[in-house]
């Protein structure tokens, strides 16, 4: 590819016209040559310099012509003369001139994003134009769009700051990408390094503490740490951690981060008032005579006496400024101690759950400690290596004719399509009609009969995992129950009436 060509391909590309052609040919230059890729992100780096420049430069006044000056109009071919002595000069400023006078230049009074949607109080009204301004939010999410196109969704606690409409910082929080062509190169720079969209979806998540991580969901990413001199091309499926000027591999967790396709959701629910009725059945459930536990893991001195022990990340919940433990590295785990040495007849159990991935062989919902032979009716309630619930009570079997493949009572249903929203699990066990059933969001799946069923234990155990063996929960948990008594299929489904967090538009 000749010097020429490639500043053409560029001026189309920050100009929007590349025909799918020459954007394969601009894609194969960027894939295989490192330099050309540094120089790509150099030249988007200039983004907010030109854009910065435009907005803090004055307007040079004109200055006014003397009585009796004469001012001689000169011929068109005057300036074509004057126009092709230049063309040496513009030719050597070369592509990032281009870039500033085409492009950013004639922008710099235009909104560099507008705010699309938004879930919560604290953020920037829906409408709302976005330039260069910083923007902490405590709590909520919002979703803009850039002039160029690339939707944007920022879930709190974050801290951000547009340096132009295609370059964006992100010294903390979680951000979704969502890049068509017209605004690829789309970059977001973060504490320990940045992301470069080549056109795909993405997402970049900035804890309090720890590396930032870049995800990818489609397409193509180059990563770049801090301080390191060569960027890594991601790819679908790929994710990396950007630590101490390395980028260090780790699993996808795609369904972590909020997308555009949701947001429209959260939206209508919050605005319909679903914050306010779950805070309501939240306040009834607390005053049921057979609740044994509620935990919504928000801040309160009951709540941070016995029950939140562990390791594990502190996440925005289904609602704005609500708190969800993440269970995001292997060993992660809440620990609690609930029922004593009490056994249970009956007992329901019921959470709100964010799923990272599936594919574990067990995903702990709640796992007692206690299990083994000489303590019959411990439980551990997961969703297995099928994506579908299980409740197991220690020394229970089922009875005959069961369809289970495993030992234990199985949903039928599988929660692999909720993947990626908050989704309802609820579990209800009667010993005394040796019967187990499966709810999901609010519906019913499925019964299971038991041929032994032994009252419930609980007692000391495990959110999240269990003995850091193979019960890695990958995502987050809102809202765990436990009740003392078997719930009626109408109670559950009020249950997840009450806290659903999503609306559609037309409802």
């Known amino acids: 590819m000749s010097r020429d060509i490639e500043y053409e391909l560029l001026q189309k590309y920050v100009d929007g016209t590349l025909t799918a052609v020459e954007l394969d040919r601009l894609n194969s230059r960027l894939r295989n040559d490192a330099h050309a890729r540094n120089q790509f992100v150099e030249l988007l780096n200039l983004d907010s310099a030109l854009a910065a420049l435009a907005e803090s430069s004055e307007v040079v006044p004109e200055v006014p012509l003397m009585a009796g000056d004469a001012v001689e109009p000169r011929p068109a071919w005057h300036h074509l003369k004057l126009n092709a002595r230049r063309s040496t000069l513009i030719a050597a400023c070369g592509i990032f001139c281009m870039v500033g006078v085409l492009l950013w230049w004639p922008a710099a009074s235009q909104p560099w994003a507008r705010v699309q949607n938004r879930v919560g109080e604290g953020t920037p009204l829906a409408g709302a134009a976005l330039r260069g301004e910083r923007y902490e939010l405590q709590e909520g999410i919002v979703q803009f769009v850039t002039l160029h196109g690339a939707e944007i969704v920022i879930e709190a606690p974050a801290a951000f700051q547009l340096q132009s409409a295609g370059r964006l910082t992100l010294t903390r929080g979680r951000l979704s990408a969502d890049v068509p062509p017209s605004a690829k190169g789309f970059t977001v720079v973060t504490p320990s390094g940045e992301a470069v969209d080549l056109g795909t979806r993405f997402g970049v998540d900035v804890p309090g503490d720890g590396p930032s991580e870049i995800h990818v969901f489609q397409g193509e990413v180059i990563a770049k740490a801090s301080g390191a001199n060569a960027s890594n091309n991601l790819y679908e499926g790929d994710a990396v951690s950007l630590d101490r000027g390395a980028s260090v591999s780790r699993e996808l967790r795609s369904a972590a981060f909020i997308e555009s396709a949701e947001m429209s959701e959260l939206t209508a629910g919050f605005a319909s008032g679903q914050q306010q009725r779950a805070e309501r059945a939240k306040t009834q459930l607390r005053n049921d005579s057979d609740l044994i536990v509620l935990l919504d893991f928000e801040s309160t001195e009951e709540d941070r006496t016995d029950k939140r022990q562990g390791v594990y990340r502190v996440s925005q919940g289904r609602w704005p400024g609500s708190r969800a433990p993440e269970f995001v590295n292997v060993g992660d785990h809440l ?116 041929a032994i069923a032994h009252p419930a234990k609980l007692g000391p155990a495990q959110i999240g995992n269990w003995n850091q063996r193979d019960r890695k929960l990958s995502g987050r948990i809102d809202e765990i129950v436990l009740l003392g008594r078997a719930l009626s299929d109408e109670e559950i489904a009020a249950m997840f009436q009450a806290g659903n967090p999503y609306r559609r538009s037309a409802e």
């Open 335 to 450: 620990q609690l101690d609930v029922g004593g040495d009490r056994e249970w007849p009956q007992l329901t159990l019921a959470a709100w759950v964010r799923l990272d991935r599936l594919g574990e062989p067990y995903q702990s919902l709640l796992h007692t400690n206690g299990w083994g032979s000489d303590n019959p009716g411990q439980v551990h309630w997961m969703v297995t290596r099928h994506s579908t619930m299980r409740l197991a009570l220690y020394g229970n079997t089922l009875a005959a004719g069961a369809e289970e493949r495993e030992m234990y009572p199985d949903s039928r249903t599988s929660v692999l399509p909720e993947r990626g929203r908050w989704v309802h699990l609820a579990t209800v066990y009667d010993s005394e009609a040796r019967t187990v059933r499966f709810y999901l969001n609010g519906q019913f799946d499925k019964q299971t009969r038991q």
